[in-house]
């Protein structure tokens, strides 16, 4: 028979085996959880591809052409949505995203019977070199700026609409074009310097040991979001070269970019003809969700030639 003490022993043992095999199974589980967030983080891109807005449209019966240009190493796609013959309307995305998403306004006959819709993918996004940061608005701008020069040498001036990051580069794109964009739809749009909330976890997504956890549009919005202020200071001295028509809508509860980037876009664009601020009572930074008749409607708006009384009053 076994003395007490060795069946102690071996009853320890047992003990420690159990608790390596457990050991064994919660670490194969975390890896496993983390390999499949990786995963999962990988497939997020907030895109539609070409023959998905094909296939869409098609069943909505607008029609659509799917181009592509190229800026150096980089291309860049725009679709067009509704007749050539049309004015032109250019939409600019915010961050995270891409053209998608403004794909509720694509289908709408509202406005495609007067408005040809232009939605581009933003450098970094979509299918403009989707992952490579651009962490200039500058730069994006630059990048854009082909769009532009493609209507103007159809002598057909355009305007600009954009969402949250996008209405920098548009802005930037009305300073460099003072005689090709004709009317401006501001929406929620970080225009002041540092006048914008940043997440905590915005500087874990910046560090190389978590990174690699998060999705690659989510780094790419980070890599502007941690440079915009710097971004944004580099445009200010072109404010004064925008004379396009101005319509700008802004919630003003909005809590990531604030209500003050309206109010200092105001007193910046001395050289717009027409200005109208429409502050949006008890909305955040979810206009394009929770106000889609205001903003459809400011886009038929900036279509409409100003009365002279308007312009003077503005």
Same mark, same amino acid.
């Given at each position: 028979m076994k003395k007490e003490g060795e069946l102690s022993e071996e009853k320890e043992k047992e003990n420690e085996s159990k608790k390596r095999i457990w050991l064994r199974w919660l670490i194969g589980v975390v890896l496993l959880l983390? %390999?499949?967030? @990786? @995963? &999962? %983080?990988? $497939?997020? +891109?907030? $895109? #539609?591809?070409?023959?998905e807005l094909s296939v869409t449209f098609k069943s909505h019966m607008t029609p659509i052409a799917i181009h592509r240009y190229k800026v150096k190493d980089r291309k860049v796609r725009f679709v067009e949505f509704g007749r050539d013959s049309l004015p032109v309307t250019i939409l600019v995305h915010g961050a995270p995203s891409s053209l998608s998403f403004f794909s509720s306004l694509y289908a709408d006959t509202a406005l495609t019977n007067h !408005? &040809?819709?232009?939605g581009v993918d933003r450098p970094g996004y979509g299918y403009s070199g989707f992952g490579k940061s651009v962490i200039s608005v500058k730069e994006q701008a630059r990048i854009l700026q082909p769009l532009i020069n493609h209507y103007a040498t159809q002598g057909r001036k355009v305007n600009l609409a954009a969402s949250s990051y996008g209405g920098a580069v548009i802005a930037k794109l009305a300073m460099d074009n003072p005689d090709k964009v004709g009317g401006i739809l501001f929406i929620s749009s970080s225009l002041a310097p540092g006048e914008e909330y940043t997440y905590p976890i915005s500087y874990m997504i910046d560090s190389p040991w978590f990174a690699w956890f998060f999705p690659t549009i989510l780094r790419v919005a980070n890599d502007e979001k941690l440079h915009h202020r710097k971004a944004l200071e580099d445009i200010q001295d072109g404010w004064h070269r925008i004379r396009a028509r101005i319509i700008m809508l802004h919630g003003n509860a909005d809590e990531l970019i604030y209500f003050s980037n309206a109010e200092f876009a105001r007193k910046q664009l001395v050289n717009a003809p027409s200005f109208t601020l429409i502050p949006v009572?008890?909305?955040?930074? !979810?206009? &394009? @969700?929770? $106000?889609?008749?205001? #903003?459809?409607?400011?886009?038929? +708006?900036?279509?409409k030639k100003p009365k002279a009384d308007q312009l003077a009053s503005n």
């Open positions: 983390l %390999a499949g967030g @990786w @995963w &999962m %983080a990988q $497939r997020v +891109d907030l $895109r #539609i591809s070409d023959k !408005t &040809m819709l232009v009572n008890g909305v955040g930074h !979810t206009l &394009m @969700w929770d $106000r889609p008749e205001l #903003i459809k409607q400011s886009l038929l +708006d900036l279509l």
